[in-house]
């Protein structure tokens, strides 16, 4: 992403002048990192994009471990770990009413290269009993299983993610909640009018050799799949973005929701749309999506924006919304999202 994002703002220059159990990470402590609450257009302008979802605050981060982040899980109430695609780890405690908190570290990856390929970490999903961690590795397309302290335990380099290119690999993963494994790939395929995105369906742990089905996932027309959750019913949500245009950056986001029993062999798995992430909200290149159950039967979905380390351009935001499971979209393998 942060390739292509540079060659745009090159061209432009051109063109313009101008939880169960607790991790075993380092509890969360104060270093330097700010959080600053952004301020939010009134609630029934949020209502008419964001639909069933209700967006219950919005922060920027700021500081030296600030940028960068790709991937974003759960670990327990109010806690979260997002991984950069620079190979680093951001322990948050966002906790209403409480200090914000946070610890800082490297992914112990067994790969002694500090190149950016080699350490790109573009979607993750941790095990909520055991703590285990996997990694979607864009760059070298691989997965990569951790202990609960991100130490590096096993990796494979699938066949069937073998072809997805440098900057258009594994950029959304999930586990469904019958165990299987779900890889969406970044970009749509060519040839589709933007809609199609290659997708592999792990029967099992993709480190154990579980068996792999090819698939295509048909989202929103022109968007890039950047991060997927299941939730607590089974049903999955995937993050959409799209940069619209270069410079100033300017993004647009979607949230779509698909049903694993949807999927038909031979079919493309479509999704329906469930909000809109619009340009007049506090918004940037969200890429890290994670869900958890909330209060009262909600669910939260935590965003975050990946800042491709280019702070005069981008921001690192972080988002909590929340939904009543019963007011998303019901999904159709009769309907198609236009």
């Known amino acids: 992403m942060r390739a292509r994002i540079a060659s745009l703002i090159l061209l432009a220059g051109l063109l313009v002048p101008i939880w169960v159990r607790s991790p075993q990470l380092p509890e969360p402590e104060g270093n330097g990192l700010a959080l600053a609450r952004q301020r939010l257009p009134d609630r029934d302008r949020l209502a008419r994009d964001l639909g069933p979802l209700r967006l219950e605050g919005a922060w920027q981060l700021t500081g030296a471990s600030a940028g960068g ?73 691989a997965i990569v299983r951790t202990d609960t302290q991100l130490r590096e335990e096993k990796r494979v380099q699938p066949a069937t993610m073998r072809d997805w290119d440098v900057n258009s690999g594994p950029e959304a993963m999930t586990r469904l909640r019958d165990g299987r494994f779900l890889v969406l790939r970044e970009t749509p395929m060519s040839g589709t009018g933007g809609r199609l995105h290659e997708a592999v369906l792990f029967e099992g742990d993709p480190l154990e050799g579980a068996k792999a089905q090819l698939l295509q996932f048909a989202g929103p027309r022109n968007f890039s799949a950047v991060d997927a959750a299941t939730l607590p019913d089974g049903r999955v949500l995937v993050l959409m973005r799209r940069l619209v245009w270069p410079a100033p950056l300017t993004f647009a986001g979607r949230i779509v929701i698909a049903d694993p029993r949807d999927i038909v062999p031979g079919r493309a798995w479509t999704s329906q749309e469930v909000a809109v992430l619009a340009s007049d909200m506090p918004l940037d290149n969200f890429e890290g999506m994670a869900v958890r159950e909330g209060a009262q039967g909600r669910v939260e979905i935590w965003l975050i924006s990946d800042d491709n380390f280019m702070r005069h351009w981008q921001r690192t935001l972080l988002w909590k919304l929340s939904v009543d499971p019963a007011q998303l979209p019901r999904t159709d393998v009769t309907k198609h999202i236009r």
């Open 69 to 141: 982040y790709s991937a974003l899980v759960p670990i327990g109430d109010d806690q979260l770990l997002a991984i950069s695609d620079g190979g680093m780890w951001l322990h948050l405690s966002m906790r209403a009413g409480a200090p914000f908190l946070h610890a800082y570290g490297k992914v112990g990856l067994a790969t002694r290269s500090n190149e950016k390929e080699d350490r790109d970490v573009e979607s993750a999903f941790r095990d909520p009993r055991s703590g285990t961690i996997w990694l979607g590795m864009e760059g070298v397309n």
